[in-house]
């Protein structure tokens, strides 16, 4: 068995190096300039830095560049791809179709990961944006297993899927939490994400509560529960997906650490025979219970909801 990649969201490059100790095999990093929804910022000297700890511990650096670009910020595509380059990334990881463009023009040959969040559902688009450059796809996140499973068995690119962590539901390029606090004529600085994390969208009538932060790409809100699916994973790993993200915003550096620290134990453990895994992925999801947040409750996410048609 081909061990998938474990693709890990590491906020800071001391947590890079906790993240290589834990087992991770892949990082994604960037800044919210050119990336959405990072676990941290990481300027052009971080991200040279972290790569440098991260290929000497022979393992992959992936750079967030999956904004959407308005006319006034593509010209700094090309510049930026080009440090990447130098640098010596792995990948870039990609939404916009102005990426494709900005890479020609840039002339570099950095491979893409396209991801472009909701709409990656089948092996033709991937196929198609393999056919541009992009060797890996990023599932959307509400696919079920059997359609995750599908995709990988008809497409020609590498497949990426989350295993763990939230996911976000909703994303405006307007500054929604500001103009709603002008509107209520309060003055309030909204901080960036990682340092606010107690911003929540209440919802009554379901009894959820929303994280919700805003910066430089507009107003994010997630999903009010965690995915986590350590003791489901046994058909992505029969499927052959090519690699499982841990998303790791809005948490704890420590958390993301032991999260990351349980499922390098699932994968090694299949790796060796299925029956190691199912004797200790019960006792893995325990300890991922025990550390879970109480204000984010564990789900499976999509994997096993019933599509209707």
């Known amino acids: 068995m081909k061990k998938p990649e474990l693709l890990v969201t590491p906020q800071s490059v001391a947590h890079v190096e906790a993240l290589i100790q834990a087992g991770a095999d892949a990082f994604l990093i960037g800044e919210q300039q050119f990336g959405l929804r990072l676990a941290g910022e990481f300027s052009v000297e971080q991200v040279a830095a972290a790569t440098e700890k991260i290929h000497a511990a022979g393992k992959k650096v992936y750079v967030a560049m999956n904004a959407i670009f308005h006319n006034d910020r593509v010209d700094s595509l090309a510049p930026y791809m080009r440090k990447l380059a130098k640098i010596g990334v792995d990948a870039i990881v990609f939404g916009d179709p102005a990426m494709i463009v900005a890479r020609r023009e ?36 509400e696919l079920s297993m059997d359609e995750v499973i599908e995709i990988k068995e008809n497409t020609e690119v590498e497949i990426q899927a989350q295993v763990h962590g939230m996911t976000c539901m909703f ?42 932060y805003e910066d430089l790409n507009g107003t994010h809100i997630f999903s009010p529960n965690d995915m986590c699916i350590i003791d489901e994973l046994d058909e992505l790993f029969e499927a052959g997906i090519d690699s499982f993200k841990i998303e790791g915003v809005l948490q704890s550096p420590e958390y993301v650490v032991t999260v990351t620290e349980c499922y390098r134990k699932a994968i090694d453990a299949y790796a060796e025979s299925a029956d190691q895994y199912y004797d200790i992925k019960n006792d893995l999801l325990a300890k991922i219970e025990e550390i879970q947040p109480a204000i984010r409750p564990l789900d499976t996410g999509f994997y096993f909801k019933e599509t209707v048609y």
């Open 106 to 141: 840039a002339e570099v040959t950095i491979p893409l990961h396209w991801n472009p969040e909701t709409i990656a559902t089948n092996w033709f688009q991937a196929d198609y944006w393999g056919k541009r450059g992009a060797t890996r796809t990023v599932l959307a996140r």
């Open 171 to 212: 994303q405006s390029k307007r500054a929604l939490l500001g103009n709603y606090f002008l509107y209520q004529d309060k003055a309030m600085e909204i901080e960036n994400r990682k340092d606010n994390r107690n911003m929540f969208l209440h919802d009554d009538e379901r009894h959820n509560k929303y994280p919700i």
